[in-house]
């Protein structure tokens, strides 16, 4: 007995972890659980439509069954009255007890027949609600494969996105700003050396010291200019 709940044990712990699995690959791949799904709804449909045939096979028998049996008690009835009409007392007995028969079997048909009237409605009924929920499930599994393909690729995107890296771009433009600001700070130190060299200075000095000269020059002619026109008005 011990050995016997050990292994019962044991079969449980397979079948959940069967189960887990199985749950696991079917969210990896949601598909085959919508297939799953709808290939089990389409074997109880099937086994449905099976049932209701049954069903619907039985109610037809005991119509036609009914039928005739009506059929048949009409003409008793009808030898009945031909039987009293003719004071054929035997015969008429025999016909009254056959059509009491028949009465009974014909409403116990009857009753049968509506029972099995509601019962292959009730079928059809199933077998509609069930076609519904495959194609609402069939419908169900291409809106969800197609939002899920949707969200996948978005997240492809969104993971290419993030792993794209510009540190290499970055570290590249670096350098050559490094060197472009080094050209400029040499070409400035050039200018700022050049104006502060003695040769420099020294041409400043006489550029001003020129400019001095040609100003004493200058006063010195419109002095004399002014001294002629003063002797030539007296």
């Known amino acids: 007995m011990a050995e016997d709940g050990f292994f019962q044990r044991l079969a449980n712990l397979f079948r959940g972890f069967l189960s887990l699995w199985i749950s696991d ?3 990896e791949h949601p598909e085959i659980a919508y297939e799953n799904a709808i290939g089990a709804m389409i074997e109880k449909y099937a086994k449905l439509k099976r049932a209701a045939a049954a069903i619907i096979q039985r109610r037809d028998e005991l119509h036609d069954r009914l039928a005739r049996q009506s059929s048949e008690l009409t003409q008793i009835a009808q030898d009945l009255d031909a039987a009293v009409q003719t004071s054929q007392d035997d015969l008429a007995i025999i016909l009254i007890q056959k059509k009491d028969l028949f009465e009974k079997e014909v ?9 099995a009237g509601k019962e292959a ?16 499930l069939q419908a169900e599994r291409d809106n969800m494969l197609a939002k899920m393909a949707s969200a996948q690729a978005r997240i492809r995107i969104q993971e290419q996105l993030e792993g794209l890296s510009v540190d290499a771009e970055v570290k590249a433009l670096e350098g050559v700003r490094s060197h472009i600001n080094e050209t400029i700070a040499q070409a400035n130190l050039g200018s700022e050396l050049a104006d502060s060299s003695l040769d420099t200075r020294l041409a400043a000095l006489r550029r001003q010291s020129g400019g001095i000269t040609a100003r004493s020059q ?13 002797e030539a008005a007296r």
Do not use: F, M, R
């Not at 200058?218 to 003063?230: F, N, S, V």
């Open 218 to 230: 200058l006063d010195e002619l419109k002095a004399k200019h002014a001294a002629k026109q003063k």
């Open 25 to 27: 690959v079917e969210k």
């Open 107 to 115: 409403a116990e048909l009857k009753a049968d027949l509506e029972t």
């Open 121 to 136: 409605e009730s079928a059809k009924g199933a077998l509609l609600q069930v076609q519904a929920e495959i194609k609402k």
